[in-house]
């Protein structure tokens, strides 16, 4: 697909010098190794909070459920039906969740949306696998598909809270 001048690129969404070319840069190969190795499928049977995400742009969807004991997540489960870029985020954060306190997790979600959005440096530690998602800040109409796992578990600790609140 070609564009001319500074208009928008019809596959990305974006405006800017990033061409189909630069694709590659996005869809790489650790970013298709990340989404083999996807893990924690299916639904917990009884889950403390169940929530969804959904991209109206590609269509892809992520069901997550969490359980928390004393503000630290126990177990974890999704239904994962998006893009590369989806599910290596999910895979990610399917491998690292359990265990990770809520505010961690809110901390690396908004490192995340910081990261694609705003040019904010990616994640380290544990979760410096997210950096290869890094490449992504530059086609905007991806970034919705890279965040919906954050948007998914951050509305499950919503719920959460809320319950918590209701029963104190």
């Known amino acids: 697909m070609a564009r001319s001048g ?44 169940s929530a969804s995400a959904h991209s109206k742009l590609c269509g892809s969807t992520i069901d997550v459920d969490v359980n928390v004991a004393n503000g630290r997540v126990t177990d974890y489960a999704h239904t994962v039906k998006a893009c590369l870029l989806g599910q290596a985020a999910a895979s990610i954060v399917a491998r690292e969740i359990v265990g990770t306190p809520q505010n961690e997790f809110h901390a690396i979600a908004t490192q995340m949306r910081a990261m694609l959005k705003d040019g904010g440096p990616a994640p380290t530690g544990r979760w410096a696998d997210l950096a290869v998602l890094e490449p992504v800040r530059h086609y905007k109409a991806r970034h919705a598909s890279t965040l919906l796992v954050f948007e998914a578990v951050e509305k499950a600790f919503a719920q959460i809270d809320e319950t918590q609140t209701a029963t104190v």
Not at 17 to 43: F, P, V
């Open 6 to 49: 500074a208009g928008t690129n019809a596959l990305t969404g974006d405006r800017g010098k990033h061409d189909m070319a630069d694709l590659d840069e996005i869809y790489n190969t650790r970013i298709l190794e990340l989404a083999g190795e996807i893990s924690r499928n299916g639904r917990l049977d009884s889950p403390d909070a």
